[in-house]
């Protein structure tokens, strides 16, 4: 191998003009791919955290009771078509045992028994109505991240302290320790203080979300010992499917719903990108591949003379075969080393030039180690397959025909 390595050098030098042009398009394409790997990945990533980041990944809901129709032989032989009347289910009773199981479950970062109902407020002689949360603020706040969203706060969420978002403070002129009237669809009337103030970044939460205890929810809402849904939260929220499904085997008496069956626009817009940026490091890497090969198919017939002398002194077909084999490794895997430095590069000069004037990023970009070594088998393993066409003309090249012919 010492042997077919140094030839396959001594090539590429004497070629400089060639070598520089393969090494340039492999540069470039392992850049573009590296961009775009880690530019997507960070789209995506930024957009999962803004849309289910600190939102619940699955939820746990009382089963739908449905009517049902059956048929039944009436007086006479007649057949009736009955249906059974059944009221729908829309609470979850005795959930205390759930919760003890789901907290010593592992694969949970935050489990959140909630109270989640409609309520009507009066301000002004105007009537709006907004959803009320009811959490235990030591759970809840695992998953919505309330404290760190607080703009004021004079007080804890206990009793008949409630925190509201800063759309409905200003819509309404509700400000810190204004006393807040709700009534409920059942028409229950209580009188709330506001205690914290919060922002969601997100107008419709910001305009019509309320939180309070939950003791004070159940109260209010007449739901005594009973809840609306839990709502729970994993470090890796692309597996709430799959736990979903587990759940769903030991808890068939109710109804199980992950965040991807409520964002199917969203799986699709990610797809959707994802495919698209598949498509194009595809032919960029086929690009390189059909380079590398023709320019090292014209290196076979230039050094032609060259391999017939090297065939004649001894050489075997499978030792000039694998002159070129190596001279595609030594071009991708150097190439892509260098694309790589280039890459990060892009990286580094797209995001200081799309940095905010107070100096935050447009979304953060993580380059993973792993990326830039897949990026670089990627465009060696090309090369070496490139190199594979004008190899195998090599090794079948008839020393004394190419003597002869000059």
Do not use: C
Request: charged share 15%.
């Amino acid at each position: 191998m010492k042997f077919e390595l140094m030839v396959a050098l001594r090539f590429l030098k004497e070629s400089k003009g060639q070598t520089l042009l393969i090494m340039a398009g492999i540069i470039i394409g392992v850049s573009v791919q590296i961009f775009l790997s880690v530019l997507i990945g960070g789209l995506q990533k930024d957009l999962i955290n803004s849309t289910v980041g600190d939102s619940p990944h699955i939820f746990i809901s009382a089963s739908e009771n449905r009517p049902s129709s059956f048929i039944t032989t009436g007086e006479g032989g007649v057949v009736v078509s009955k249906v059974t009347e059944s009221r729908t289910l829309r609470n979850i009773i005795s959930y205390n045992q759930i919760l003890e199981d789901l907290n010593r479950d592992t694969r949970f970062s935050a489990v959140s028994p909630v109270v989640n109902q409609q309520a009507f407020v009066t301000r002004g002689g105007v009537q709006s109505t907004v959803s009320v949360k009811g959490i235990e603020i030591d759970n809840g706040d695992k998953i919505y991240k309330i404290t760190q969203r607080l703009l004021e706060k004079e007080g804890e969420l206990t009793g008949n302290n409630i925190y509201i978002g800063i759309g409905l403070s200003e819509s309404t002129g509700l400000e810190m320790n204004s006393i807040l009237e709700l009534r409920s669809s059942l028409g229950s009337t209580a009188f709330y203080k506001v205690s914290g103030i919060f922002d969601f970044e997100n107008q419709q939460l910001n305009d019509a979300l309320v939180f309070m205890n939950l003791a004070s929810a159940q109260s209010f809402f007449q739901m005594d010992g009973m809840i609306s849904h839990i709502e729970m939260q994993i470090p890796q929220v692309f597996e709430a499917e799959s736990i979903t499904r587990d759940l769903s085997k030991n808890y068939p008496d109710y109804k199980l719903v992950s965040w991807q069956e409520n964002n199917q626009q969203l799986l699709t817009a990610l797809n959707s990108q994802s495919s698209s940026s598949y498509v194009i490091q595809f032919f960029v890497i086929l690009a390189i591949t059909l380079g590398i090969a023709s320019v090292l198919a014209i290196n076979v017939v230039q050094k032609g003379k060259q391999i017939g002398i090297l065939k004649a002194m001894g050489a075997t077909g499978g030792q000039a075969s694998r002159i070129f084999i190596l001279q595609g490794a030594l071009l991708g895997f150097i190439g892509s080393l260098f694309g790589v430095v280039f890459g990060i590069a892009l990286l580094e000069g797209f995001i200081i030039g799309t940095r905010s004037p107070g100096g935050d990023d447009l979304f953060p970009l993580t380059i993973e180690p792993g990326v830039l070594l897949f990026s670089v088998a990627i465009a060696t393993s090309a090369s070496i397959i490139a190199a594979a066409i004008p190899a195998r003309k090599a090794a079948l090249l008839d020393p004394i025909e190419v003597i002869r012919n000059g």
